[in-house]
């Protein structure tokens, strides 16, 4: 992997000024001593103000053409396990965002986090925007109809993580806002385990390799401003915990079980479902080098909020 990033002309996508400006401890090297300087609420929304983008800019017309013209049939059928994947996982995590916001007990982060409802909306545009002119599914023009036409690409393990274990710490909190041990569950759910390791593990090896490709240029511009969000939410993510364990040393056991529970679930998403066994390759890469860049990310935050 290292010869060919190495091959590719420019700084690689999380050198760029822009994503490290997120003060994400995945993109920083110190992280693995567990030093790394985080940004606090405040200036994460600063930055959520300077990061604007629109998925009206983004031209896919030559995506068209790639879609239609270069993939061929069983690859469009490989890509779409991540493209369904992702696309629900936007709408699901843009739904159960706003209890968890509420749940907030500063202002200030309550603020991020409704900068951050108003990503994952952007997110969910940009998918549906993407399937749509693309024409990746005929016969599905609305959004709804799209979501549930993308329902049987995906895992068991998927449906477990969103339905089950995120919606009943989300639900817990629609009901009762000042329970903390749900929020830091839900945090440590949302920010470390969906996002910080899947979002940006996939994210990271699908937009490397329609780079390799030269495949889906709209959608790689895209879905690299899609990433750098991500970052920026999962910086505050790796904020709210760390200030969570500075406040009661109780909540590191909190989020330790929290890990604990999810992690095994997090790995069977990981896997697409028509593997059989662990020797699968994706988007030219194999499932032990997919699974080993989730675990290194996980654990350069994990020592920034003091776990490992
Ligand atoms: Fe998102
Ligand atoms: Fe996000």
Redesign the pocket.
Known sequence: MEAKEAARKGPSRTEREDFRATSDPALQEPADRGRVKLLDYPELYRLWERQQWATQDLDFSQDRVDWHERIDEEERYQRLYGLSSFFIGEQK?ADELGPMMRAAPQETQRIFLAT?IA??ARHVQFFDRFFSEVGVLEGADELSQRLERLEQHLNPAFGQLFDDLLKTRVDRLGQEPGDTRALIEAVTLYHMVI?GMLALTGQHFIIDYNEREGTLPGFVEGFSNVAR??HR?IAFGVRFLTDAVAEDDANRDVIQGMLEQALPVADGVLDPPWADDDTWELFGVSRDETHAFAATCLSRRLKVIGLV
């Open positions: 995590v951050q990503d994952e996002e969000d991500e939410h």
